[in-house]
């Protein structure tokens, strides 16, 4: 079954009882060019940024909050399923 909630203002679509949706950085449509604002609001500092590089996700100390997601203004990260961090 799918449900629907809303996530700090966008509405994300999960599979009841699914543990295996992680948030990733997609290079392709990070810039790099510029201080990441997701990494300043992260709550529990989950994600890295080495210069402008596109940020770096450690997947155990990331609670999935969403609050990097909604923060990214190049929609750069996103809540997929799977085992990577970083794509």
Not at 60 to 84: D, F, H, N, Y
Request: with cysteine.
């Amino acid at each position: 079954h799918y449900y629907s909630i809303p996530l700090y203002g966008i509405r994300q679509w999960f599979i009841k009882g699914d543990i295996n949706l992680k948030i990733i950085v997609d290079k392709t449509k990070c810039s790099e060019d510029h201080k990441c604002l997701a990494v300043e609001v992260c709550p529990v500092y989950a994600l890295k940024q080495n210069k402008f590089n596109a940020p770096t996700i450690n997947a155990k100390t990331c609670t999935q909050c969403g609050q990097c997601i909604t923060s990214c203004p190049m929609e750069a990260l996103k809540k997929v399923r799977g085992e990577s961090t970083n794509a």
